[in-house]
Each structure stands twice: as C-alpha cells, then as structure tokens.
C-alpha cells in the first residue's frame, strides 16, 4: 500500500509534469536531458508496478487464499520473462499516454480537462456503488472511518491504475478484472480524444497553443503507443498460465472473491471471511456461526497454526461459539483478544486520541493517563495469576 501511494503521490506528479514541458518546448527531442529524464521516469515507475504485480503474484499466502486469480506468472524461464516485459512495456505505455493525454487536453483548456478527470473518476465511483462494492475490504469496526478509508483509497486506485495499469489491481477488492481492461483501452483511446480536441483548436485559431508539434507528430507518438501496449498485451495473455487468463476481464467483486473461498472444504482457506469488512462477505451469517461451532471443538483440539488469538479477535463477538467465556485460555486469552481487537480500529484511536489530546484541558488528560495506568496494572496482575498457576515467575 504504501509503495502504491508513493507511485501516486510522487512518480506520477513527476512524470506528468515532466510530459508537460517536453511537448511545451521546441520539440520532442531539443532538450535531450529532459527527454532521458522523461523516459528514465516512466521507465521505474513501470517497472516498480510491474514488480509489486510479481510480488504479490507469487505470495504463497495469497496463491494458497485465493487460488483462481493469483499465479498468472509462468515458471517456465521464457514464459517470465516475456510477462515480466510485457507488464513493464504495458505500464510504461500506460504511464506516458495517460500524461500525454492530460497534457494535450490541458492546453485545449482547463475546463476541459477537468471535466474529463472528473467524468472519469465519477463513473468509476458510480460503478463501485451500483455493484455494491465501493466500501474498502479492511475490516475497520468504525463505519465513518471505514467509508474515508474507502474513499481514499478506491481514489488512489483509480489514478494509478489510470495511470500504470498496474495488472495486481484487476484484483476484485481493487478495481476488478473488466473495469480494470476497460480502464486500459479508455486510456490509449483518451490520447486520440485529445489530439482530436487539441487539432481542433489549433484550426481555429483563436487562442495560443502551447504545444509546439503538429497534430501528426502527435497522433504518431499515440500510434506507437497504442501498437506497443496491444503487441505488449496479447503477449501477456498468450505467455501466462491460461488458467489465469479469465482474471483480465472477470466480473468479481469483493463478496464474490471471498464468497468462493468460503466455499472451500479447507477450514484454513474458509477462515479468510473474516479479513474483509463483514458488510463484503457475501455469506449468510447463519453458515458461518454454523461452521464456527461444528469446527470449534476441533480446532481447540487439533490446534491449528492458523487457529491463533488474532484470528479469534477477528471474529464478531456475537459469532463466537459459547460467547467468549468458553475462551480455554480464560481471562488472560480474553484480554489479548481484546486487545487484538482494539488494534483493528487503531487508525481512529490514533486520531481520537491527538483530538483529544489537543482540545481536552490538562487535568482531563492526567486522569485518563491515570486510568489507563489502572488498566494495564490489572492486565499485569491477571498475567501474573496466570503464570503462577503454571509455576512460573511474574511478568514485570
């Protein structure tokens, strides 16, 4: 995520200023320093998508997860490094076009341009709340921190993926495979749309042009990138694992890619419903307190790896079989758990806390510093009774 935002906040603003003044100057090629800079950007901006693609792709969690859409990368030595370039050719023909788009249209006119980028985002919102599927998958308890978090980031997703077409993000929680293709085509077609505006300007004559080539350079420069992105594109499919190829244009979403594993006869796979925000799962939740309680007993028994009280805590409490009394590890697995728990809506808590922190008189602060003090005695005290009971010396 953060290497996402990195490419958003900082790659992208870079390259699309950097597109700007080269087609602002005398020509493509006149100021060689900027053209390499240009090309070196766009070039580690492709590949860094490219590798957070075939990192996340190889993961053995998510291949052993989600099984159907993760492993599209061949193991064959031609077959990687044929994918491996076609996601860096796609991406960096992605990344280039899009601010050349951008480019073109801002020298036809602002409001252009702004109507576009807002049309744009827009209809990708408005898709994501048709299909139900625009609140975020991290499990946030809070609902108003939950729908910012979700905001931002479908946000985020949608101008790098506008940008880098980056391929992990036809993952159905991001973007999802057709929107995702379809996202794809719209930007090299963007390119064309622009030009098209851009030569009709420049046949009226009315206003000053910034851009110094002609409409043939321009739509010669979109050719080639579009050729390039295709020629990159069917390369991709034709070299990955087939299995996979359906991934580029499913109709997932969310509650569909979790709903499938839960369907799974592996307790370990099922178990991953409760990753996601519980209004995504696309599960009755009478099946899953079903499954909770004819698997519990077993799993105490068996002791699963995954079966961990971070796992418990990231059940509701209302789906704990016997509620949380029947907890074997008694009052100290209880206070882990909700500590695990608290830690799910830490992001709120932070900011809560420096709210408060800033608006709450000194006094205010000291007692709940007090309080809290109170609060971890008492975790230290049942800790202690605990490891006393099994001969063991306190904790300090």
Not at 170 to 182: K, Q, S
Request: net charge negative; proline share 2%; hydrophobic share 40%.
């Amino acid at each position: 995520m953060f290497r996402t935002t990195e490419v958003f906040a900082e790659a992208i603003p870079c390259t699309l200023i950097q597109v700007t003044a080269l087609l602002e100057s005398d020509g493509i090629f006149s100021d060689k320093i900027l053209f390499g800079s240009l090309l070196c950007s766009a070039a580690v901006t492709a590949y860094s998508t490219a590798y957070l693609t075939y990192l996340k792709d190889i993961d053995p969690t998510q291949r052993f997860l989600f099984a159907d859409f993760y492993g599209f990368v061949p193991t064959s030595s031609v077959g990687f490094n044929v994918v491996r370039s076609s996601m860096i050719l796609m991406s960096f023909c992605q990344v280039i076009g899009k601010c050349f788009a951008l480019a073109i249209l801002h020298d036809v006119g602002l409001g252009i341009v702004t109507g576009y980028i807002t049309i744009d985002i827009g209809l990708f919102f408005l898709l994501k709340i048709i299909r139900g599927d625009l609140r975020y998958w991290l499990p946030i308890d809070n609902n108003v921190v939950s729908w910012i978090v979700s905001i931002l980031d479908r946000l985020i997703v949608k101008v790098v993926g506008d940008f880098t077409g980056m391929i992990h993000l036809r993952e159905p929680r991001e973007m999802g495979g057709t929107y995702w293709l379809l996202n794809q085509i719209m930007t090299m077609a963007s390119i064309f749309v622009a030009i098209y505006f851009h030569n009709g300007k420049r046949e009226l004559g009315e206003e000053e042009i910034s851009i110094a080539l002609g409409g043939g350079d321009l739509f010669l420069m979109a050719s080639v990138l579009t050729l390039v992105w295709s020629i990159s594109f069917a390369l991709l499919l034709l070299f990955c694992d087939k299995r996979y190829r359906k991934t580029f244009y499913s109709t997932d979403t969310t509650s569909d890619l979790i709903c499938e594993a839960f369907n799974s006869d592996d307790d370990s796979v099922k178990q991953v419903i409760f990753t996601v925000h519980r209004k995504l799962w696309g599960v009755k939740e009478e099946s899953i307190k079903l499954w909770l309680e004819g698997s519990w007993d077993s799993w105490h028994a068996e002791k699963k790896e995954w079966f961990t009280d971070k796992f418990i805590a990231s059940i509701p409490a209302d789906l704990v079989p016997g509620g949380e009394e029947e907890l074997e590890g008694g009052n100290e697995q209880k206070v882990t758990i909700e500590k695990l728990r608290r830690r799910k809506s830490s992001m709120m808590r932070v900011l809560m806390e420096g709210r408060e922190r800033r608006i709450r008189p000194s006094h205010d602060r000291k007692r709940a510093d007090e309080r809290e003090q109170e609060r971890d005695e008492m975790v230290r005290e049942r800790k202690n009774q605990v490891r006393e009971s099994f001969g063991r010396g306190p904790t300090r």
